[in-house]
């Protein structure tokens, strides 16, 4: 039998969720900072777009992280590397599949931690905790025009 010790499955944090809005607007809302800041962070130092880093802000708890653009398609990806739980850069990817002309399935999937990461269990249950709620608040903005404060609220104790 053959030794596959050494091929264990990369960790990842992953989160879907069906949103009944085209995904040129879902597209929008992840890469423009005044439609991002209503379901997700504060403010950014300035749009995402390919090229270009960017920072982005959750003020209410003195966090900021810096966001490397990997692809930007309208209708398809956002992807981005960034410093994530755990002290180590990981890679965002979120996928866009249109369901019909007024709906899109978000799928949001975060990986590239070490499983032998101290803490991973906590690390990723944590991160998919987080992009349960960026995909709720984003439901919520997009479809009923309501801020929920989702992330904000999830930990006052740290604000």
């Known amino acids: 039998m053959a030794n596959t010790e050494h091929l264990s499955s990369?960790?990842?944090?992953?989160?879907?969720?069906?949103?009944?809005?085209?995904?040129?607007?879902?597209?929008?809302?992840?890469?423009?900072?005044?439609?991002?800041?209503?379901?997700?962070?504060?403010r950014a130092s300035d749009r995402l777009d390919a090229g270009r880093n960017v920072t982005w802000y959750w003020d209410h708890y003195e966090v900021s992280a810096e966001v490397v653009p990997q692809a930007l398609d309208k209708y398809r990806q956002i992807s981005w590397?960034?410093?994530?739980?755990?002290?180590?850069n990981t890679n965002v990817v979120i996928m866009l599949s249109p369901r019909g002309e007024q709906a899109t399935?978000?799928?949001?999937?975060?990986?590239?931690?070490d499983a032998a990461t101290e803490k991973i269990n906590e690390i990723l249950v944590g991160q998919t905790e987080g992009w349960s709620?960026?995909?709720a608040g984003l439901k919520a903005w997009l479809e009923h025009g309501i801020?929920?404060?989702l992330v904000a609220d999830h930990n006052p104790?740290?604000?």
């Open 105 to 113: 399935f978000m799928t949001i999937e975060e990986k590239g931690w």
């Open 81 to 88: 590397s960034w410093p994530a739980q755990g002290g180590i």
């Open 10 to 42: 990369q960790p990842v944090a992953k989160a879907s969720m069906l949103i009944r809005k085209p995904a040129a607007d879902l597209f929008e809302a992840f890469v423009d900072p005044d439609i991002t800041s209503k379901f997700w962070f504060t």
């Open 157 to 159: 104790k740290a604000m």
């Open 133 to 135: 709620f960026v995909l």
């Open 147 to 149: 801020q929920l404060n």
